[in-house]
Nanobody
Framework: QVQLVESGGGLVQSGGSLRLSCAASGGTISRYVMGWFRQAPGKEREFVAAYYWAGAGTDYAAAVKGRFTISREYAKNMLYLQMNSLKPEDTAVYYC???????????????WGQGTQVTVSS
């Protein structure tokens, strides 16, 4: 059983940056596909970015490509999401997730964190 805990959310002005962190325990993240998803008020949760197994690289939603960077630190069992040039439409609860398939589909991710709020003011 993998436990995921996100941190790093907060309030930032448009154009600013934040780095989200996801601490994993109960399992080694190198064994999983790791992803970030977000859910804005009144909207369904959506894919943001994923770090696939070696050779499959990373994947980003079109809305964040070029502004967000996903990375992970094996030694600390941590996943990160560096978010630059933030926009008000990036406001959402951001979730870290772990799965076993190269996919953007939420159903392919078995383990989820509780989420961290990101609010971007205009």
């Amino acid at each position: 059983q993998v436990q995921l805990v996100e941190s790093g959310g907060g309030l930032v002005q448009s154009g600013g940056s934040l780095r989200l962190s996801c601490a994993a325990s109960g399992g080694t993240i190198s064994r999983y596909v790791m992803g970030w998803f977000r859910q804005a008020p009144g909207k369904e949760r959506e894919f943001v970015a994923a770090y696939y197994w070696a050779g499959a690289g990373t994947d980003y939603a079109a809305a964040v490509k070029g502004r967000f960077t996903i990375s992970r630190e094996y030694a600390k069992n941590m996943l990160y999401l560096q978010m630059n040039s933030l926009k008000p439409e990036d406001t959402a609860v951001y979730y870290c997730a772990a799965g076993s398939a190269v996919s953007r589909r939420q159903s392919e991710y078995r383990y989820w964190g509780q989420g961290t709020q990101v609010t971007v003011s205009s």
